[in-house]
């Protein structure tokens, strides 16, 4: 790990009884990349996602944060010290507004409890920064829609900005742009594009145009195995990348 990394992963395995779904992966995420993870279908990578957002404990392995051991912290913990993730299913309160879901997680960051929240100017404060939020992710005339009449591809976007709402350095999307028109997923991939360089984004995707448009580093998993991490033209020029996706690659062990 050098100073520049932000995220490091130490021979991290996932095992369900004898199955390895992510098996002595090592990964550095460094500050400021936009960094994907693709692979096959199974390859283990929403079990990646899992155990880099905190949802599955690991079962060998450790992971780090800025240098700090995160391995046996929650999600909320892992928040907390930066790494916020949207998820496939959606975690948005569907009843309520746009509005509503951004301020409550900038209320939950900021610790503003009832009290703070009477008082006019926190209040204040804490609308215009979830305003901003939904202007930056392209959502700026929806605030008083419920989430619930949202398109798919807005509640990816809203999820974006809830995400958001807790500062992160480091930003987790998984497979962002599932289930996404090609026109909402190349709204999301410039809203991500456009992010400030001190967010650094690691997401797992399964559409490729996405990932060579965005990333500029990519690592391919396969059979739960780390199989090759590089720029995007190494990662796309690979022989063994190539048959990894046509099915023919040996892995060894
Ligand atoms: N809870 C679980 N119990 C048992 N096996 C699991 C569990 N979760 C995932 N797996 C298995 O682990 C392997 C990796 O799954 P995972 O969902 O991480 O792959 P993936 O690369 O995200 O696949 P896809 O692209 O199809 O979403 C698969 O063979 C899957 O069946």
């Known amino acids: 790990m050098t100073d520049l990394d932000l995220l490091e992963l130490r021979q991290v395995s996932k095992h369900f009884g ?4 992510v098996d002595e992966v090592c990964l550095t995420v460094r500050a400021g990349a936009r960094h994907a993870v693709i692979g096959p279908n199974g390859a283990g990578k929403s079990t990646l996602f ?3 957002s905190g949802t599955l404990p690991a079962s060998a392995g450790s992971l780090h944060l800025d240098g700090q051991d995160v391995t046996r ?16 299913h959606s975690s948005l309160f569907m009843r309520e507004t746009v509005l509503e879901n951004v301020l409550l997680a900038v209320l939950r960051r900021t610790g503003t409890g009832l009290g703070g929240w009477r008082k006019v100017s926190a209040r204040a404060a804490a609308i215009a920064q979830a305003r ?18 949202l398109s798919h591809g807005e509640r990816r976007q809203l999820e974006v ?3 958001l709402a807790t500062e992160p350095r480091l930003l987790l999307l998984d497979e ?3 289930g996404m028109s ?26 490729l145009d996405m990932v060579f448009e965005l990333a500029d580093t990519v690592t391919v998993m396969h059979l739960g195995r780390h199989l090759e991490t590089g720029p995007p033209d190494q990662v796309r020029a690979s022989a063994q990348v190539q048959s990894a996706y046509l099915g023919t690659v040996e892995v060894a062990s």
């Open 176 to 178: 962002p742009a599932a």
């Open 18 to 21: 004898s199955f390895k779904a």
């Open 73 to 88: 912290l929650p999600v909320h913990r892992r928040v907390a010290l930066g790494a916020a993730a949207t998820f496939q």
């Open 161 to 163: 900005a809830v995400a």
């Open 50 to 52: 899992g155990l880099i």
């Open 182 to 207: 090609p026109a909402e997923t190349e709204r999301l991939t410039e809203l991500i594009a456009a992010l400030p360089g001190e967010v650094t984004v690691l997401l797992i995707e399964h559409d």
């Open 132 to 149: 901003t939020l939904l202007e930056r992710v392209g959502l700026p005339s929806r605030h008083d829609h419920a989430a619930a009449a």
